[in-house]
């Protein structure tokens, strides 16, 4: 597909979708579409950008931002796909990583309401226990701390959370998923 073409086609729909954010205040979500036969089979890392220009809810209000990885090799009744969700949420809540606190952190300072916040989320819908989130540095870890959490309230649905320790509105983000070791010791 024509690069020019492309940016159009996704400015066209990210168009529509902010026409349809305000006059409907349901569900809404992000994502990716691909021509029939333009998907990318083999990938080790996504890179994209982000950037909240302004804040203006007074209520809580979720972009839902998710990817969803899978072995297309894989048959049988193991192979199930796994949900990454980088969300765009109108609150933070400030607390420490202490290896993965529960929900509602324990140690948790106050909440940012009215203030724009990325949460980056593994849910295991596949029940698997297979989630894990693991900071790459320390500045990593200081802004994005972990927190296992629950899936609106429905027993044994789980999730690793982060959330951003600070108001994003007016950063410019970059968001990189890579495939990495799943060795505990690295």
């Known amino acids: 597909m024509n690069p020019q073409f492309r940016s159009l086609k996704i400015g066209v729909v990210l168009a ?6 305000a006059a409907y205040s349901g569900t809404i979500g992000v994502g990716p579409a691909f021509d029939p036969g333009g998907e990318i089979s083999d990938a080790v890392k996504l890179r994209y950008h982000a950037r909240v220009n302004k804040m203006t809810a007074d209520t809580l209000k979720i972009i839902f931002q998710t990817r969803r990885l899978y072995n ?30 529960p929900w509602p952190p324990t140690n948790a300072g106050p909440s940012r ?70 060795d505990p010791a690295r």
Request: proline content about 5%.
């Open 16 to 21: 529509f979708w902010l026409c349809a954010a």
């Open 72 to 101: 297309p090799n894989c048959t049988g009744p193991n192979c199930q796909t796994y949900l990454l969700e980088s969300n765009l949420y109108t609150y933070w809540v400030q607390y420490n990583d202490t290896g993965c606190v």
């Open 113 to 182: 309401f009215g203030q724009a916040a990325l949460w980056l989320s593994i849910p295991d819908y596949n029940q698997k226990g297979m989630v894990g989130s693991r900071p790459v540095d320390t500045a990593s870890g200081l802004m994005f701390p972990r927190v296992m959490s629950g899936i609106d309230n429905i027993t044994a649905l789980t999730k690793i959370e982060t959330m951003s320790q600070m108001d994003i509105a007016g950063q410019d983000m970059t968001i990189e998923y890579a495939r990495g070791s799943t």
